[in-house]
């Protein structure tokens, strides 16, 4: 059984959901009409929070998604709302709790899709135009799909949820975004894209993980009743804050040489900056000696960058300027003494850089950050890695990884969840997939899931600033899985702070999280962005 650590937040896919409802239910005794009346009473008490006057339109399948929205649709009846039942299908059809809620309900019947009544003769139709109920100030509750559901909506649903996002209302789902995978993030047609989404229990992978978590909106967690103890084997996490109590802290009779060792392998003509940003991040992040080997001709443009504190090792050069096969020995020889090696920023895609890039990757027993321009060195050769004898953590964002798998970057984009755990299988390596949402995979499977992302990163050279973070924490001796999940939430958390600084996320730069990535490390267990 793998089990996560105490520092990832378990979020449960659709099947393990399911045993712990079966378990509550089963063996603790908990009344399941109980449970949807909490779940509905939260998702009611959300939307008058979220929209307090105005009509309310509440859109339900038949199943007990619908059965928490008819729950809601009661409450806030009695609350005084004017709301409009949408039921997607035929009354006769629901059961179980769904339909005992469906008899409590007051006042007027439940209408279809297209308008009219369910007493009606006439057949129900999958209506492409307005939405029953939606007027001025409206605000809609989706209730159609949860978190069992998979694949692509169809037929009536999948033209309520066309509906609801052409409304122009302020949306509230139940549980999840209809149309989103619960498990994965998957949106595979149609879904829901969301202004609040209340979750029970404990949020699921697919809130957090995009494309889904795009359509999540805010997140609730709702607390429904379900016992302590409830069974809890997830694969996926959610970083929290409490993984920073795994670094290490200087103590007086540390050496810089206790703090870490940091090798940065990389750079070639015209690509200078990204080795001294990886570097200046290593040293931001803890580390205590840091050396930049780049091709010689470099070695004085980074000498003089304004940072006397950072080492530089001029290597071999090719014709290209990047960095030769006979800079592969002396990387080796300062490898050796220990700590971690960060290959790839700024190295070129020359192909005597890629030569290089594989040999020392696959000869180096250093642990070691791979990234940018060595990963591309390796697309389409992603297995070649798993014979290492270090451990190694992997940094693509969606293009790099595309290349590694062979696949094109929107495919990746689709089914990140998918492809980051596939990438760590065929490397035997640990994984992190850059992005809102950065997924940290190790090859067992587990996947850690960052909460903490911040447009403030989406500027140049932020993915070398992670690189140099990982290094630093790989070198001051954390597991390659705890050092990237770390890395994430440090770089996430420097983000936001450099935008604190400076006012706005417009206009930081790289440097400006790097500067703010010792304040980020030592925030220790503050918040932990969206509530999880």
Not at 71 to 99: F, I, K
Not at 364 to 393: C, F, Q, S, W, Y
Not at 409 to 438: M, N, T, Y
Not at 449 to 462: E, Y
Request: proline share 6%; with cysteine; glycine share 14%.
């Amino acid at each position: 059984m793998t089990v996560l650590p105490e520092w990832l937040l378990p979020l449960p896919d659709a099947e393990l959901m399911r045993a712990i409802d079966r378990w509550a239910i089963q063996e603790q005794g908990v009344d399941s009409l109980e449970l949807m009346e909490r779940a509905g009473s939260g998702v009611a008490a959300a939307t008058e929070r979220l929209a307090p006057d105005g009509p309310v339109s509440v859109v339900c399948g038949k199943g007990n998604n619908g059965g928490d929205g008819l729950v809601v649709a009661r409450l806030l009846r009695h609350a005084g709302r004017p709301v409009t039942v949408v039921l997607l299908a035929d009354p006769s059809e629901l059961s179980g709790d769904a339909r005992a809620n469906l008899e409590r309900l007051p006042g007027p019947a439940p209408v279809r899709l297209d308008g009219g009544a369910w007493d009606d003769t006439g057949a129900a139709t999958a209506s492409g135009g307005p939405l029953p109920g939606t007027g001025a100030g409206a605000v809609i509750v989706d209730a159609i799909l949860g978190t069992g559901f998979a694949g692509e909506p169809r037929g009536t649903a999948a033209a309520a949820i066309e509906a609801i996002n052409g409304a122009g209302a302020a949306v509230v789902s139940v549980d999840v975004p209809s149309g989103v995978d619960s498990s994965s993030g998957v949106v595979a047609g149609a879904a829901v894209t969301a202004s609040l989404t209340v979750t029970f229990h404990v949020a699921k992978p697919g809130l957090w993980i995009n494309p889904g978590k795009s359509h999540t909106g805010t997140l609730v967690t709702l607390d429904i009743g379900i016992p302590r103890g409830a069974p809890m084997e997830a694969t996926v996490g959610l970083i929290r804050a409490a993984v920073l109590g795994l670094l290490p802290r200087r103590t007086a009779s540390w050496t810089k040489f206790r703090s870490g060792q940091v090798l940065v392998v990389g750079g070639s003509r015209g690509l200078s900056g990204a080795p001294a940003m990886a570097a200046r991040a290593a040293m931001r992040a803890g580390a205590g000696y840091v050396t930049a080997c780049v091709p010689s001709s470099l070695q004085a443009v980074l000498a003089a960058g304004g940072t006397p504190e950072m080492m530089t090792r001029g290597m071999p050069e090719d014709a290209d300027g990047g960095l030769a096969a006979d800079a592969l020995e002396p990387v080796l020889d300062a490898a050796a003494r220990g700590g971690a090696l960060a290959l790839g920023p700024g190295l070129g895609r020359a192909e005597g850089s890629f030569a290089f890039a594989r040999r020392l990757a696959h000869t180096a027993k250093t642990p070691m950050v791979i990234d940018a321009d060595a990963l591309n060195a390796h697309a389409g050769r992603l297995g070649e890695l798993a014979g290492r004898e270090g451990p190694a953590v992997l940094t693509p964002h969606a293009g790099e990884l595309a290349r590694l798998l062979g696949l094109d970057s929107a495919e990746i984009e689709r089914r990140r969840l998918e492809h980051v755990r596939e990438a760590a299988r065929q490397a035997q390596a640990v994984v992190v997939l850059k992005g809102d949402d950065s997924l940290v995979a190790a090859s067992d499977g587990r996947v850690a899931v960052s909460p903490g992302a911040t447009p403030a990163l989406a500027t140049a050279g932020t993915g070398d600033v992670l690189t140099g973070v990982i290094a630093a924490l790989l070198a001051q001796g954390l597991d390659p899985f705890p050092a990237a999940a770390a890395g994430v939430h440090i770089h996430a958390e420097a983000g936001k702070e450099a935008a604190r600084r400076l006012g706005a996320v417009e206009g930081v730069i790289a440097s400006d999280v790097i500067a703010a990535l010792p304040a980020a490390r030592a925030r220790g267990e503050e918040g932990e962005g969206r509530d999880a």
